[in-house]
């Protein structure tokens, strides 16, 4: 039984394709997240702290269009 | 014999050493900074001319204990899942190790940004007590943002309650600003030295009333 979901998902496109839009989403989602975080530190801005925190945020995009870049080269 | 001549006395030098680096600590903010007196480089919108930042409040750091705990969880169960495979009992022969990569990249990259939104919530969820107004910053969820402020001379009554070892332990609890008539009352939840703040507003409060 084990084997044949196996067989089913092996070689799957649709498995690749719904990993590739899940990636995305999650980009779209980070961006919204440097965004706020943009729009804080205009209303709290906590010296160095806010810089680090954005520079974390913008890593954290960066990262992800690596990732998806990735997914789709290698998938 | 009674003494006619006493010198002063000594008082030890690492005591004072010990008492100057907390000083310096508490009005410097950094990424953990929960409790900071006269915050340097701190600035805030809509701030006065005449206006100045007495004390900056976040919750205390171990408040943030049960997320850092999941997201260590999380970060485990990839190596366990490996063990298992290994094992035989669990196959993901199926998958190419391309895929496997890529998943488990995902997932790690998933509890980063777990970690990080939790984090930025933490940082931007800010009490700001000036000489002249309480102002309250609540972001959560990413997308909640709300900014209150009261003036000094609203506030009515300010008092705290620390409940449970752990509060009493890292010395944090809720410091409650009551305000006059309907106006919504201000709650600076989990702030460490909830004393000290309520002496630092109480002092206020007295000072705006007797002006």
Known sequence: ????????????ILVKI???ILN??????LLVVYKQSRAMQRVVNDGSASSIVNSFALLNVILGILLFVAALVIL | MPDIFVG????????????????????????????????????????????????????????????????????????ILVFISSTGLVRIDFLTPNFVLMIILFYYFLIFGYIFVNYLTWFYNISIVTTQRIIDIDFSQIVFENVAATKLTQIEDVHYSQIGVIRSVFDYGDVILQTAGTLPNFDF?????????IKVIGNLIGESENA
């Not at chain 2, 939840?189 to 703040?197: F, M, S």
């Open chain 2, 189 to 197: 939840l989990a702030v460490p030295h909830p004393e000290r703040v």
């Open chain 1, 1 to 12: 039984m084990l084997d044949q979901i196996f067989e089913i998902f092996k070689g799957l």
């Open chain 1, 24 to 29: 995305g989403l999650y980009l779209a989602f």
């Open chain 2, 8 to 79: 002063e006395p000594e008082i030890k030098k690492e005591s004072i050493k010990a008492d100057k680096k907390e000083d310096k600590i508490h009005h410097r903010t950094h990424l953990f900074a929960a409790y900071c007196e006269n915050p340097e480089a701190f600035i805030f919108a809509d701030k006065l001319d005449d206006e100045e930042t007495l004390l900056f409040l976040r919750k205390h750091f171990v408040t943030n204990a049960p997320w850092i705990i999941k997201s260590i969880s999380l970060g485990i169960i990839p190596l």
């Open chain 1, 18 to 20: 719904g990993f590739l």
